[in-house]
């Protein structure tokens, strides 16, 4: 029988090692992994675990900064390079969120700047955060090369294709399989090799019990 360790211990060792690198500034965590790998849920749990022991947290989504749907789908609608390079528009996402919330003090920045949904922008909510606040950022491709500058500390989330695409049709139908996400992510597996440039590898197969693993044992 395979370990399975209790969620709380593992969210506390890698809140322990995030704190222990990072107690003091603005600090900025990654949680990647691909469509359907749990890295929504697994923010919010990490964010009360880092709450509890103190720590003002911040939530963002890289979905809050989709392109345009015309850009988006400027290489076709079905296709995988499309959706892998021009998914996202990390220009805004640098300008409104990253680099005010490193400048700290009164800097306002804001955690959404569009609604892929709707195709429109929305209205900037701008906040501030305390001097040692640490801002959690889940979604996909996040350890692509140009975005690894950005973070302190990644988390790969690494969950079995097959575990994936049950997730995947049970929250979306049948809309959320197609050859244009899952070929995206193994375009972005290939070129950019998440998984190695992660801090912290996490089996998330079962949600109630994620687990640990390191690079010698993947």
């Known amino acids: ?15 322990d090692d995030i704190l222990h690198n990072y107690g003091k500034g603005r600090v900025i965590v990654a949680i990647d992994g691909v469509d359907a790998a749990g890295k929504t849920l697994f923010a919010a749990d990490l964010a009360h675990a880092l709450e509890s022991k103190g720590h003002a947290v911040v939530q963002a989504s890289i979905d809050g900064f989709h ?36 400048m700290g003090g009164s800097a306002a920045f804001v955690t959404a700047a569009f609604d892929h949904r709707s195709n429109n922008q929305v209205e900037p909510k701008w906040i501030t955060a305390p001097a040692d606040a640490i801002l959690l950022v889940d979604g996909i491709f996040l350890n692509r090369p140009e ?6 500390y990644s988390i790969w989330l690494e969950v079995p294709a097959e575990v994936a695409m049950e997730r995947l049709i049970e929250r979306d139908g049948d809309n959320g399989v197609s050859a244009r996400y899952s070929d995206g992510q193994k375009l972005y597996k290939k070129e950019a090799k998440p998984s190695s440039h992660a801090t912290a590898l996490i089996d998330n197969s079962d949600y109630d019990h994620p687990r640990r693993i390191f690079a010698d044992s993947c």
């Open 147 to 152: 975005l690894r500058g950005i973070w302190n």
């Open 1 to 15: 029988m395979r370990w399975t360790p209790q969620k709380k211990d593992v969210l506390a060792a890698l809140v």
């Open 67 to 102: 392109r345009p749907r015309d850009k988006r789908h400027a290489r076709g609608r079905d296709s995988a390079e499309g959706f892998y390079r021009d998914s996202y528009d990390y220009a805004t996402f640098r300008r409104v969120l990253i680099e005010p919330f490193r």
